[in-house]
């Protein structure tokens, strides 16, 4: 994926970009929906933007933290080490970094996000990082990279862990294609692909996998 360039030296138009991103990304603006959250900050981790579906997916109000770093979300969870310690300068412009989190929401409670995250670049020097968020049942049980690296589940692409949640729901193929907006044939892909990353050949071996490594 190309990094996200801008081309300007005025201040006003850097800010305007990280307070509102929308011509970074105007698909995933289009296409965004009330289960993930978009948010923007620079580098000193200041919030810029969060979609207003922070509050329904893990009741964040962004209103409480425009301007403010977002660190102090952060749980004791020991995962929160990684992007604790991660530089954002560091991270590879070309590249889409993929991490997990657990924060304390504005109600006192606990939520769990999986992030994917981009630097913001212009003039060729990175001036912020958008993401995008969901919630996800658990964090994966792991205290370290190695130990994420070996979960089978890291293997599966977003896509083909949308249908395998769902079918450890239950869910039947035709349901989870009307969930997801998919076709049919689609869903069936992704489930076969991500059983056979997985080494489970049925929906019992599938649902003990899961179990075992407390994913529920």
Known sequence: MDPL???????????????????????????QTSDLIVYTHDLERRLTYMSESSWHVCRLD???????????MFTDHPWNEVY?????????????????????????????LE???KLIMADDE????????RRIAVLPSV???????????????PGEMDVIEQVIAGQ?????????????????????KAMAKLGVNTL??????????NMI
């Open 5 to 31: 360039h801008f081309s300007s030296k005025q201040e006003s138009e850097l800010e305007q970009v990280l307070f509102r991103p929308y011509s970074l990304m105007p698909l995933l603006f289009e296409c």
């Open 143 to 157: 205290d370290s990279e190695v130990a994420v690296a070996s979960n089978p589940f890291s293997k599966l692409s």
């Open 172 to 192: 039947l193929n035709k349901s989870i294609a009307k969930s997801l907006g998919l076709a049919m044939r689609t869903v069936e892909l992704r489930r076969a």
């Open 115 to 117: 992030v994917r995250r």
């Open 62 to 72: 962004f209103r409480n933290w425009q301007r403010k770093s977002f660190v102090p």
């Open 204 to 213: 019992a071996d599938l649902v003990k996998l899961w179990c075992k490594l």
């Open 84 to 112: 604790r310690n991660t530089i954002d300068l560091e991270m590879d412009p070309n590249q889409v970094h993929k991490i997990y989190c657990e924060i304390w929401d504005d109600e006192g409670g606990k939520a769990r």
């Open 126 to 133: 990175p001036i912020g990082v958008i993401g995008v968020s």
